[in-house]
């Protein structure tokens, strides 16, 4: 109510089968300020209307609404205790005694349960992410060793020509560029696309919105630079060691 009703109100309780068990009228006296309300919201109730009254009124309207037999439905929620003692203790007294249908939940359990499922889901995740960025940096850095590997005659012919090491290494940088910008142009419109796709099937399912992971997006970036820069200067510092003369007179099979 946002204000006081203008006489009694009639109120009427139905079966599971819509059969009239109870009629009445109310009389709204008063609004309640106290957190009571809050409370009672609290264990579930809050979309069903809160009468406070007497234990002797209860008693009387009960009677009328069951046929005469006194019936209760009595909602607790229970803090500050230990969880798994009292979800016990509280299923022992329902065995010993006849308290008509229960429902016992432990929140506690509850979270602790989701907690550990989270948990679980994140270590499965993360866990396959690193597995899947190691097997792709062991294959980056195994192509490009192998391949400036088998062009050392090529750098031994420009070692010849008079190409100095600082022109060198600006080329092996220029090249790392070309490599990771190629790998990311084509890697990041595919993840971008797997992940709008994985969205799209989640979104059937729960109320989520989609971004995109910019923060991600960098530091996938500079890992590629990283792994890139890092393999092409330690093959290329080998692939100059050797002698000229003896590098040139290799063959290639």
């Given at each position: 109510?946002?204000?006081?009703?203008?006489?009694?109100?009639?109120?009427?309780?139905?079966?599971?089968?819509?059969?009239?068990?109870?009629?009445?009228?109310?009389?709204?006296?008063?609004?309640?300020?106290?957190?009571?309300?809050?409370?009672?919201?609290?264990?579930?109730?809050?979309?069903?209307?809160?009468?406070?009254?007497?234990?002797?009124?209860?008693?009387?309207w009960s009677q009328g609404?069951?046929?005469?037999?006194?019936?209760?439905?009595?909602?607790?929620?229970?803090?500050?205790?230990?969880?798994?003692?009292?979800?016990?203790?509280?299923?022992?007294?329902?065995?010993?005694?006849?308290?008509?249908?229960?429902?016992?939940?432990?929140?506690?359990?509850?979270?602790?349960?989701?907690?550990?499922?989270?948990?679980?889901?994140?270590?499965?995740?993360?866990?396959?992410?690193?597995?899947?960025?190691?097997?792709?940096?062991?294959?980056?850095?195994?192509?490009?060793?192998?391949?400036?590997?088998?062009r050392k005659q090529e750098?031994?012919?420009?070692?010849?020509?008079?190409?100095?090491?600082?022109?060198?290494?600006?080329?092996?940088?220029?090249?790392?560029?070309?490599?990771?910008?190629?790998?990311?142009?084509?890697?990041?419109?595919?993840?971008?696309?797997?992940?709008?796709?994985?969205?799209?099937?989640?979104?059937?399912?729960?109320?989520?919105?989609?971004?995109?992971?910019?923060?991600?997006?960098?530091?996938?970036?500079?890992?590629?630079?990283?792994?890139?820069?890092?393999?092409?200067?330690?093959?290329?510092?080998?692939?100059?060691?050797?002698?000229?003369?003896?590098?040139?007179?290799?063959?290639?099979?």
């Open positions: 109510f946002t204000q006081k009703p203008e006489g009694p109100i009639a109120v009427e309780f139905l079966d599971l089968d819509g059969d009239l068990l109870w009629s009445g009228q109310f009389e709204v006296a008063a609004f309640g300020t106290d957190d009571v309300f809050q409370r009672s919201a609290s264990v579930g109730i809050s979309a069903n209307p809160v009468v406070v009254a007497s234990a002797e009124e209860f008693a009387a609404m069951n046929g005469g037999e006194s019936w209760k439905n009595l909602r607790l929620g229970l803090d500050g205790m230990d969880p798994e003692a009292l979800t016990n203790r509280l299923v022992d007294l329902h065995r010993e005694g006849s308290y008509g249908r229960y429902y016992i939940s432990n929140r506690y359990a509850d979270q602790t349960t989701m907690r550990n499922l989270r948990t679980f889901v994140r270590v499965f995740f993360y866990g396959f992410v690193a597995l899947i960025t190691l097997v792709g940096v062991a294959n980056i850095s195994n192509t490009i060793t192998t391949n400036i590997a088998q750098f031994a012919v420009l070692r010849s020509v008079g190409m100095e090491p600082d022109a060198f290494k600006r080329m092996i940088r220029f090249e790392s560029l070309l490599i990771g910008l190629r790998a990311l142009l084509i890697g990041l419109p595919v993840g971008l696309a797997g992940n709008y796709l994985v969205f799209r099937i989640l979104a059937r399912s729960f109320n989520i919105t989609f971004r995109v992971p910019w923060l991600e997006i960098a530091i996938v970036i500079l890992t590629v630079g990283v792994v890139i820069g890092a393999t092409m200067l330690a093959a290329s510092r080998n692939a100059m060691r050797g002698n000229i003369v003896d590098t040139l007179k290799l063959e290639n099979y």
